[in-house]
Structures are given as structure tokens and as C-alpha cells.
């Protein structure tokens, strides 16, 4: 295979990947039978398409390779179980290849939407729902989803486990919930979507920065979500706060790959267009009927930052009244650490290295790097530099991303 071909090749699998795998759960039902159905039907392509040539729809052509191949598949096990008398197991077997068809009569006209309303299926815990759908159904890796929650990827691996075994073993239904019980499940569909969204504006690791194809995805799911359930605060908000943050996406990378922080971006290349509709989006979703929804005040944030035509523009202390909100409604590490670079600005950096402090007391952010990032920050500006170089070591560690490390390593050198 030419190197060409393969790198077309990759493109696809690496774009069409996490729709493929969500067709496949809804026709099979299941999900270890819809991945080994969508890995044999990668391994089709790469077989196929440098001899025959790329399908004009690749999509549909690893969707029916895949079905095609699990069909044969639990054929096999079929005629297998009933050579060996275990009749009930084939009677099941085959029920399920009779259920195995193209129909789609459901009320979402997107599988990789459809399913992530089932992973969030209230049989399933909070973190398990967003867990599961960012990996098996929005195609993160398991090590971009530990480190999304912060643990080890071994914990992440035994927790996708555990959930996988419980829909099997609850039974629970790979279907679209029903429009009166949508609401119910909108807060885990919402987590996950932003989820997909954060991985692609800042990657856990590798070597961009951005993922541009992701978060177009999670903005495309943002809209649909938006016209399926039009007028709630939380989808308003969501949507706005990733329109508001992509809109400075091309800002925040240099020609050379590296990072770029708020203070140095090039304002004039910020997306306007994004920056009219999220700003829209804010004020609908901050006046909706109901509870104030935590992404409406993240878009709030968002919202000042893009409002201020430059860094002594910006309304600090109304950012920091924002977080303090933002914190009543739900208060996680990461919220936390935003908290305190806001009050760095406000109050000086040592009130804010006391809030770091504090939260790295706890724990639970240990490996986390952006703190350790922080928290040198504060140490540089209150010149005690040797234990700035140390914080920013410990996060040169824990960092995964090559332009972030590389950002590191010149802020030590810089010291």
C-alpha cells in the first residue's frame, strides 16, 4: 500500500471511526459485537480499498462490511451451538440476527446522538454515563478519558468494564428515550457532549493542540440537540460556551504548533460570526424559565473575554463573581483551579496561591498539570523562583501534550 492510500486511508478511520462504531451498536445491539464488527470491518478496508479504490460513501461502506461481518459472525455461532445441543443459547443467537436490519424509525436522525441518550441511561451512574459514551461512542481513547477525570487509565479501563457489563447484564435497551423522559437524561447528554468538545479545544495528549474535527462535532451535536429540545438553558448555554471558545481557535496556536495564551492572541483572527451567535445564545440562555444552568455562566465567562478588546479590558472581578456562582452550582477541581487564576488577577497571586494550595491539599488534582502550572505562575510573580522551577517541573511531568510541554519547558528555561 502506497503511503498516499494509506494516509487516506487513516483520514477516514480517524474521522468516520466513532459514527461507524454508533450505527453498529444500534443495528447489533450490542457493544464488544459492534466493535469486533467495526474492527474487521477497518481490516476489510485496508484490504480492499488500495486494490478496488476509495468507496464514494466510506461511511456506509465500513457500516455494511461491519454488519455484514457480524452477521456471519453469530452465524457461525449459531450453527456452533446448535452442533453442540446448546439450543437455548442459538434460539437467542438467532433472534438476534433477526432483529439485524437498516430500519430506523427512531425520532433522532443521528446515531451518534441516539446513543449517547442510551449510555445515559439512568441505570448507570453519573461518571459512568459520560465515561462509557466518550469512549465507545464519541471514540476518545481510554487514556484521554482517564485523564478527563483525572485517574489512572488501568481505573478508567475497569470502570468501562463494570458499565459495559451492566447494560448487558440490566438489559437495558439500545433505543431513543421516549420525548417525555428527554429532560431526564439531557444533564449526562450535556457532560458528555462538552466532553467530546474539551478534547478537541485542548487534547489530553499527543501533538496538536487542537483537534478542529471534534469540536466540530460537538458544536454539530450542540445544534441538533438545540432543535430538539429548543428553548432549555443548559443546551443554550452549552452551545454558546463552545461557539465562544472555538471562535478563538485560530488564535491560540502559533504557525509552529505551539501555545499561544489569551493574553498574546492575535484578537483580530477570533471568529466573528461565532462571537454574534454565542453571544446571543448567552443572553437566551441566562434569561430561560427554570435553573440557572452551570454552562450558561461558563458561557458568561467566555463571554467577557471575547467582549474585551484586550487584557486590561477585561472585567476581572466580575469573572470572579461569575466563578463564585460558578462554583454554588457545581464545584469540581478544574472550576476551582479557573477560580483562582480569576482572583490571581483581582486579589495578587499570593491570595491565589493559597486557593491552589488548598486544593492540591485535598488531592485529587495531584496529576493534575494546569495546577502545578498555576501554581508556578504564582510562585514566579512572588519571586520565589526556585520553588516556581520546581512547580513547573512537576508539571512538565504529569503533562501529556507535546505544545504544552514544549510551553513548559520554556517557561523553566525562561526562570
Not at 248 to 273: F, I, K, N, P, T
Not at 361 to 386: C, D, N, S, T
Amino acid at each position: 500500500m502506497s503511503a498516499g492510500a494509506a494516509g487516506k486511508i487513516e483520514e477516514v478511520f480517524r474521522r468516520e471511526a466513532g459514527r461507524v462504531l454508533a450505527t453498529l451498536i444500534r443495528l447489533l445491539g450490542d457493544f464488544d459485537l459492534a466493535e469486533e464488527a467495526q474492527q474487521d470491518a477497518f481490516a476489510a478496508a485496508i484490504e480492499q480499498w488500495p486494490a478496488q479504490g476509495m468507496p464514494e460513501n466510506p461511511r456506509a461502506w465500513l457500516i455494511s462490511a461491519g454488519r455484514n461481518k457480524a452477521i456471519d459472525r453469530i452465524r457461525r455461532e449459531v450453527f456452533f451451538r446448535e452442533k453442540i445441543f446448546d439450543r437455548e443459547l442459538a434460539a437467542a443467537q438467532a433472534d438476534l440476527l433477526a432483529q439485524i436490519d437498516e430500519s430506523d424509525e427512531a425520532i433522532f436522525g443521528d446515531d451518534r446522538l441516539r446513543l449517547i441518550f442510551t449510555c445515559c441511561h439512568p441505570a448507570l451512574n453519573a461518571e459512568a454515563q459520560i465515561a462509557l459514551t466518550l469512549r465507545e461512542v464519541c471514540g476518545l481513547s481510554t487514556q484521554a478519558v482517564a485523564r478527563a477525570f483525572l485517574v489512572s487509565e488501568e481505573t478508567m479501563a475497569q470502570r468501562l468494564v463494570r458499565a459495559k457489563r451492566k447494560i448487558r447484564d440490566a438489559g437495558i435497551p439500545y433505543e431513543t428515550p421516549d420525548p417525555a423522559v428527554l429532560d431526564q437524561r439531557i444533564d449526562g447528554v450535556l457532560a458528555v457532549v462538552y466532553g467530546v468538545f474539551t478534547e478537541g479545544y485542548a487534547a489530553t495528549a499527543g501533538t496538536r493542540l487542537i483537534d478542529v474535527e471534534l469540536c466540530a462535532e460537538a458544536i454539530r451535536l450542540g445544534r441538533l440537540l438545540d432543535t430538539l429540545l429548543p428553548g432549555n438553558a443548559g443546551v443554550m448555554g452549552l452551545l454558546a460556551l463552545m461557539l465562544l471558545h472555538d471562535a478563538r481557535r485560530s488564535s491560540r496556536v502559533s504557525e509552529a504548533g505551539d501555545v499561544v495564551l489569551l493574553d498574546d492572541q492575535d484578537r483580530s483572527q477570533w471568529d466573528q460570526a461565532e462571537i454574534s451567535e454565542g453571544l446571543t445564545l448567552v443572553d437566551r440562555s441566562l434569561t430561560a424559565r427554570g435553573q440557572v444552568s452551570p454552562y450558561a455562566v461558563q458561557a458568561a465567562i467566555a463571554a467577557l473575554h471575547v467582549r474585551a478588546g484586550d487584557k486590561q479590558a477585561t472585567d476581572w472581578p466580575q469573572i470572579v463573581g461569575l466563578y463564585e456562582v460558578l462554583l454554588r452550582l457545581q464545584s469540581t477541581p478544574v472550576i476551582e483551579l479557573n477560580h483562582a487564576v480569576a482572583v490571581s488577577m483581582v486579589d495578587g497571586p499570593a491570595r491565589a496561591l493559597d486557593l491552589v494550595d488548598s486544593l492540591a491539599a485535598r488531592g485529587a488534582v495531584a496529576q493534575y498539570h494546569l495546577l502545578h502550572a498555576a501554581r508556578g505562575r504564582f510562585l514566579q510573580q512572588l519571586g520565589r523562583i526556585e520553588e516556581a522551577r520546581e512547580a513547573y517541573g512537576t508539571a512538565l511531568k504529569t503533562a501529556a501534550l507535546e505544545p504544552e510541554r514544549r510551553f513548559l519547558a520554556a517557561r523553566i528555561a525562561g526562570i
